[in-house]
């Protein structure tokens, strides 16, 4: 079985900062592309921030030059460093993983059960 764990979500004032970070663990045989998605109420999911197995990364417009995805191979932790919070950044933020499990063959999407940031004065 193939888990994704995030952590770092909270409460951010305006202009504030948050680190995101989400460790796969499991049945994993290779992980390919990883990425951070979120949802604010009564919007459909979007995508943030997405990084390949060869450090590829690929951000949504309205993060660009605010956010940053990295991954660290040995520990499978993908993390999302958020700068300049914005009260629109405002959402339950999900951690996707393309993994080939050891039990199923092929990749598939596996998700984290997501983590709340919200930014507020």
């Known amino acids: 079985q193939v888990q994704l764990v995030e952590s770092g979500g909270g409460l951010v004032q305006p202009g504030g900062s948050l680190r995101l970070s989400c460790a796969a663990s499991?049945?994993?045989?290779?992980?390919?592309?990883m990425g951070w998605y979120r949802q604010a109420p009564g919007k459909q999911r979007e995508l943030v921030a997405t990084?390949?197995?060869?450090?590829?990364?690929n951000y949504a417009d309205s993060v660009k030059g605010r956010f940053a995805i990295s991954r660290d191979y040995t520990l499978r932790t993908v993390s999302l460093q958020m700068n300049s919070l914005k009260p629109e950044d405002t959402a339950v933020y999900y951690c996707?993983?393309?993994?080939?499990?050891?039990?199923?063959?092929?990749?598939?999407?596996?998700w984290g059960q997501g983590t709340q940031v919200t930014v507020s004065s």
């Open positions: 990084i390949t197995s060869s450090d590829r990364t």
């Open positions: 499991g049945s994993i045989s290779r992980i390919n592309a």
């Open positions: 996707k993983g393309d993994i080939w499990s050891t039990t199923t063959p092929g990749f598939y999407d596996y």
